[in-house]
């Protein structure tokens, strides 16, 4: 994929929708747009560091099927990272992410949903104690 600005004569053009994209299309396109956020989020590849474009890129990128990019957006509205710090949206994030096999996700909406006032966690999960400080 190419990235940059597109040409304004681009913009009538009809757009392709998740629903029209063939399975490599979108299997590509995730994760074109999953590495792209990435970029943006660490400050790499050229690009400087950009929390909210990250955010939008991996948005799109879950809407195409990336559940790493589905997890990354959960980290995100964990840590408040380019978008307004909500324990509810991060833990839907991760719910969707684990749906798909992320072990990693799982973890993460056991963590968020049972975060506590004091911001301090104790879970019992896969047969080991898990101790997660969220910082606000």
Same mark, same amino acid.
């Given at each position: 994929?190419?990235? /940059?600005?597109?040409?304004?004569?681009?913009?009538?053009?009809?757009?392709?929708?998740?629903?029209?994209?063939?399975?490599?299309?979108?299997?590509?396109?995730?994760?074109?747009? +999953?590495?792209?956020?990435?970029? +943006?989020?660490? /400050?790499?590849? %050229?690009?400087?560091?950009?929390?909210?474009?990250?955010?939008?890129?991996?948005?799109?990128?879950?809407?195409?099927?990336?559940?790493?990019?589905?997890?990354?957006?959960?980290? @995100?509205?964990?840590? %408040? &990272?380019?978008?307004?710090?909500?324990?509810?949206?991060?833990?839907?994030?991760?719910?969707?992410?684990?749906? %798909? /096999?992320?072990?990693?996700?799982?973890?993460?909406?056991?963590?968020? @949903?049972?975060? @506590?006032?004091?911001?301090?966690?104790?879970?019992?999960?896969? /047969? @080991?104690?898990?101790? &997660?400080?969220? +910082? &606000?």
């Amino acid at each position: 994929l190419i990235m /940059g600005k597109k040409n304004k004569t681009n913009k009538n053009k009809t757009k392709a929708t998740a629903e029209s994209m063939d399975v490599n299309t979108r299997v590509a396109r995730a994760a074109a747009l +999953f590495q792209k956020g990435l970029d +943006f989020y660490e /400050g790499i590849n %050229g690009e400087t560091v950009d929390y909210e474009k990250a955010v939008e890129l991996w948005k799109k990128a879950a809407d195409l099927g990336s559940y790493e990019a589905k997890y990354n957006v959960g980290i @995100c509205y964990e840590r %408040g &990272h380019g978008v307004p710090r909500d324990l509810k949206i991060a833990a839907s994030y991760y719910q969707a992410a684990a749906n %798909g /096999g992320n072990v990693v996700a799982r973890a993460h909406v056991c963590l968020v @949903c049972l975060a @506590c006032a004091c911001g301090f966690v104790i879970v019992w999960l896969c /047969g @080991c104690v898990v101790i &997660h400080l969220i +910082f &606000h």
